[in-house]
């Protein structure tokens, strides 16, 4: 089954149940300031949990464009690394605004699941939160689910509710227990079952959360319980086919095979005569995840910049660049791939058909910009590598950062390759100490009396979540 009769298969089957199949919001929230970007289905339905929205229907499922690369949900440095992860993936969900509740919702997935993509069930595994005792009675008396695959899980992360089983859209906002499925791919991939020491193996993938949406957690931390119980789902349908086209990973799915031939295609003809990259290397795989997520920011408006979601654009686009480098582009590439992917996807979603003219051009100059320095970049990060220290220093990360448009996550992740760290502190003094130089300087233009132009202000609520995003605090204020 490919991607696109999967995703339709879902949405028809909860129309089947009363659903109202809603649109997937941009991936850019659009008055949403504790978000960078939209991280799962639920997002645009945040209000008529929280009871401040009221909608015509009580059910709704959407395929949602999700981009986790930012925030509380980051799955920028997996990429690559992982078998299950992207930075933009479509997001299959189904949802409830206090209408039905546990039983419905473990039901419906299981039916789904096991009589619609006739999933072998001996091959499933559940987990719930440690204290549902109803969602596990659901699970193993109504369902049938032998106790053996299913799975508590508890508050072990670091304090109450901080369970894989209690979702959280961000550190505000609607949040509740839940109960998720996973798939064994087998015994032939490493790792463990949920729940075990090495869980975060590829074997047993998750492909399902059913959230039971109870509480809103404020700022001070707080948990108020909401108007009415509430059910939120999220399946992303990359993982969900995987299993369906009998593949382990997400990028052996339909949509992405013709994205890597693109990739592959895209970096030799951009390299010296005779460059065959190795069409199973995890840079392609890269490249292939960055195309989707960079289009589908620029779509919604972003351009790359140097703060708040311009920047997390910038990033991503530059690792994904940095990546063709290293598999022997020498120069731009990665906008020719933009054809492909308005091929794989401009039907689902015809606004990336409508704006590839936009998208193209705009990631075209964002190489060009980037190839100007990156051989430069490459050659000073290379000799610090030589060294053979087991970290860059931040003096050289800096540099790296100021002078050849290096974001410092792109530094971390060609150390990250060769077993390496940077010096993030030192990294951050050396910002630091140039951003106080900066404020200094800003100081004494509007005590000079000329024009000011310190933006800083406007862009604090971005720098605590970029912040986040790189684990450091490389970010512009300008
Ligand atoms: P994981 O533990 O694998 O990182 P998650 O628990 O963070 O996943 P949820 O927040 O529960 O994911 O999101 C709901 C579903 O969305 C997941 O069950 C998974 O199928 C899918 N999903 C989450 N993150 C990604 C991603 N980065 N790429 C592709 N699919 C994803
Ligand atoms: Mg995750
Ligand atoms: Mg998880
Ligand atoms: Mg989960």
């Known amino acids: 089954m490919k991607a696109a009769e999967i995703r339709q298969t879902f949405l028809k089957f909860f129309e089947s149940k009363g659903h109202q199949i809603v649109a997937s919001s941009p991936v850019v929230p659009g008055d949403d300031p504790t978000l960078l970007f939209t991280n799962a289905g639920m997002n645009q339905f945040k209000d008529v949990f929280l009871g401040f929205d009221k909608r015509a229907y009580t059910r709704a499922t959407t395929s949602q464009k999700c981009i986790r690369a930012g925030g509380?949900?980051?799955?920028?440095?997996?990429?690559?690394?992982?078998?299950?992860?992207?930075?933009?993936?479509?997001?299959?969900?189904?949802?409830?605004?206090?209408?039905?509740?546990?039983?419905?919702?473990?039901?419906?997935?299981?039916?789904?699941?096991?009589?619609?993509?006739?999933?072998?069930?001996?091959?499933?595994?559940?987990?719930?939160?440690?204290?549902?005792?109803?969602?596990?009675?659901?699970?193993?008396?109504?369902?049938?689910?032998?106790?053996?695959?299913?799975?508590?899980?508890?508050?072990?992360?670091?304090?109450?509710?901080?369970?894989?089983?209690?979702?959280?859209?961000?550190?505000?906002?609607?949040?509740?227990?839940?109960?998720?499925?996973?798939?064994?791919?087998?015994?032939?991939?490493?790792?463990?079952?949920?729940?075990?020491?090495?869980?975060?193996?590829?074997?047993?993938?998750?492909?399902?959360?059913?959230?039971?949406?109870?509480?809103?957690?404020?700022?001070?931390?707080?948990?108020?319980?909401?108007?009415?119980?509430?059910?939120?789902?999220?399946?992303?349908?990359?993982?969900?086919?995987?299993?369906?086209?009998?593949?382990?990973?997400?990028?052996?799915?339909?949509?992405?095979?013709?994205?890597?031939?693109?990739?592959?295609?895209?970096?030799?003809?951009?390299?010296?005569?005779?460059?065959d990259a190795d069409k199973d290397s995890p840079s392609l795989k890269v490249i292939a995840d960055h195309i989707r997520a960079c289009s589908f920011t620029i779509v919604d408006g972003v351009i790359p910049g140097n703060e708040g979601r311009g920047y997390v654009l910038r990033r991503i686009a530059r690792r994904a660049i940095r990546h063709g480098y290293k598999l022997g582009a020498r120069k731009p590439f990665f906008h020719q791939i933009v054809a492909e992917l308005v091929n794989q996807m401009g039907d689902a979603y015809p606004e990336l058909r409508q704006a590839q003219t936009r998208v193209t051009e705009v990631l075209k100059q964002e190489e060009e910009r980037f190839f100007q320095t990156i051989a430069n970049g490459m050659e000073i990060l290379e000799a610090a590598l030589a060294q053979g220290h087991s970290q860059v220093d931040g003096e050289t990360a800096f540099k790296l950062h100021d002078t050849y448009g290096f974001p410092v996550d792109l530094t971390a992740d060609v150390c990250r390759e060769r077993g390496v760290t940077v010096d993030q502190a030192g990294f951050e003094a050396a910002m630091n100490r140039q951003r106080e130089q900066a404020r200094a300087a800003g100081k004494f233009k509007m005590a000079a009396g000329l024009e000011y132009q310190g933006t800083a202000t406007a862009f604090h609520g971005y720098e605590h979540l970029v912040c986040e995003t790189s684990k450091v605090t490389a970010v512009y204020v300008d």
């Open 72 to 275: 509380k949900h980051n799955d920028l440095d997996n990429v690559g690394y992982t078998a299950r992860h992207h930075t933009f993936f479509e997001m299959l969900g189904n949802f409830s605004f206090g209408d039905y509740f546990k039983h419905d919702a473990i039901s419906y997935a299981w039916e789904l699941l096991t009589k619609h993509f006739h999933l072998p069930a001996e091959k499933l595994w559940v987990t719930v939160y440690a204290e549902d005792d109803e969602a596990y009675e659901i699970w193993n008396k109504v369902v049938g689910v032998p106790a053996e695959r299913i799975v508590r899980i508890g508050d072990n992360k670091g304090g109450r509710y901080m369970s894989d089983n209690f979702w959280m859209m961000g550190d505000t906002g609607p949040c509740g227990p839940c109960t998720e499925i996973f798939y064994d791919h087998g015994p032939e991939v490493a790792g463990g079952p949920p729940g075990s020491p090495n869980e975060d193996g590829d074997r047993y993938i998750e492909i399902w959360n059913n959230v039971f949406m109870q509480f809103n957690r404020t700022e001070d931390g707080v948990m108020h319980k909401l108007p009415k119980p509430s059910v939120d789902t999220g399946m992303g349908l990359e993982r969900l086919a995987a299993v369906l086209q009998h593949v382990h990973s997400n990028y052996e799915i339909d949509t992405f095979v013709g994205l890597l031939a693109a990739a592959k295609t895209a970096v030799d003809g951009a390299a010296p005569a005779g460059n």
